[in-house]
């Protein structure tokens, strides 16, 4: 049993995997504790939080540990880690935590999940979706978008949102892009994929929907907001912000 270092919450760990022996030992996931711990700080004033990959919560945690009051929508593909999240905000009383076992995509309907534990075998926060499935298909998992859910649930607008879904950001944008015109999503952690050409680069496509709604763009965690450019090429992850509300 972890308690981890943001609000002090308890979190069952298999110390087979890789994240979970991080957050037993550290109580945090370390490789990106300054991404944390500014996520942290942004959170403070924080009304609705969307976790997109939320894998076993910790971005959860450490925003509740922040703004208890806040309500956070944690979005999880794998049926067996999302079960693990919920049972872990059950056993921490986090009735603000509501757990989805869905990815966030383009459209709403099923997709294939494709479980990539990485080389070791043991890193269950690799797993992404692919494609379309078949009713029969035993990979399948619901997918939604996040313009629908919003409308759905009555929330006028996102103050923070993180995605990390392993090369499918893109995907993620393009279905909250009226979120994102609207400038109802103020800001955004997301993981930048830097991979194939140009045209199919999910970084690339991803800075230019955002930027093209115009967003600002920052490394993390200096904040300083400025237009895309060469100097996002180094970065695995990248702040967006917009000073629009909708």
Same mark, same amino acid.
């Given at each position: 049993?972890a308690?981890? =270092?943001?609000?002090?919450?308890k979190?069952?760990?298999?110390?087979?995997?890789d994240?979970?022996?991080q957050?037993?030992f550290?109580?945090?996931?370390f490789?990106e504790?300054d &991404?944390?711990?500014? !996520?942290?700080?942004? %959170?403070? +004033?924080a009304k609705f939080?969307?976790d997109v #990959?939320? +894998? $076993?919560?910790?971005?959860g945690?450490?925003?509740l %540990?922040?703004?208890?009051g806040?309500?956070?929508?944690?979005?999880e593909?794998t049926?067996e880690? %999302?079960?693990q999240?919920e049972?872990a905000?059950? &056993?921490?009383?986090? #009735?603000?935590l509501?757990?989805h076992?869905?990815a966030? *995509? +383009? *459209?709403?309907?099923y997709?294939k999940?494709?479980?990539? $534990?990485g080389? *070791?075998?043991?890193n269950?926060?690799? +797993?992404?979706i692919?494609?379309d499935a078949?009713?029969d298909?035993p990979s399948?998992v619901?997918?939604v978008? @996040?313009?629908?859910?919003?409308? =759905?649930?009555?929330?006028?607008?996102v103050d923070l @949102?993180k995605?990390?879904?392993?090369?499918h950001?893109?995907e993620?944008?393009?279905?909250a892009?009226g979120l994102?015109?609207?400038?109802?999503i103020?800001?955004?952690?997301? =993981?930048l994929? !830097?991979?194939g050409?140009?045209?199919?680069?999910?970084?690339r496509?991803?800075? *230019?929907?955002?930027e093209q709604h115009?967003y /600002?763009f920052s490394?993390?965690p200096? $904040?300083?907001?400025?237009r895309?450019g060469? !100097? &996002?090429h180094g970065?695995t992850?990248?702040l967006?912000?917009?000073?629009? /509300?909708g």
């Amino acid at each position: 049993m972890a308690k981890l =270092e943001f609000g002090g919450f308890k979190l069952p760990c298999d110390l087979q995997e890789d994240l979970q022996r991080q957050f037993y030992f550290f109580g945090t996931y370390f490789l990106e504790e300054d &991404m944390l711990c500014c !996520w942290q700080r942004a %959170a403070r +004033n924080a009304k609705f939080i969307f976790d997109v #990959g939320a +894998n $076993l919560g910790i971005y959860g945690f450490a925003a509740l %540990a922040a703004a208890p009051g806040a309500t956070v929508h944690a979005f999880e593909p794998t049926p067996e880690i %999302a079960a693990q999240l919920e049972a872990a905000a059950a &056993m921490n009383g986090l #009735g603000r935590l509501h757990v989805h076992q869905a990815a966030v *995509s +383009n *459209s709403n309907g099923y997709a294939k999940l494709n479980r990539c $534990l990485g080389e *070791s075998g043991t890193n269950g926060g690799m +797993n992404f979706i692919w494609g379309d499935a078949g009713e029969d298909d035993p990979s399948r998992v619901p997918t939604v978008r @996040l313009d629908d859910f919003c409308e =759905e649930c009555g929330i006028p607008y996102v103050d923070l @949102l993180k995605v990390d879904v392993q090369g499918h950001e893109y995907e993620v944008f393009k279905g909250a892009e009226g979120l994102i015109k609207a400038g109802r999503i103020g800001l955004i952690f997301f =993981e930048l994929s !830097w991979a194939g050409d140009p045209g199919s680069c999910p970084a690339r496509r991803s800075i *230019s929907l955002l930027e093209q709604h115009g967003y /600002r763009f920052s490394a993390i965690p200096a $904040l300083e907001w400025r237009r895309s450019g060469e !100097w &996002m090429h180094g970065l695995t992850d990248a702040l967006a912000r917009t000073d629009l /509300r909708g």
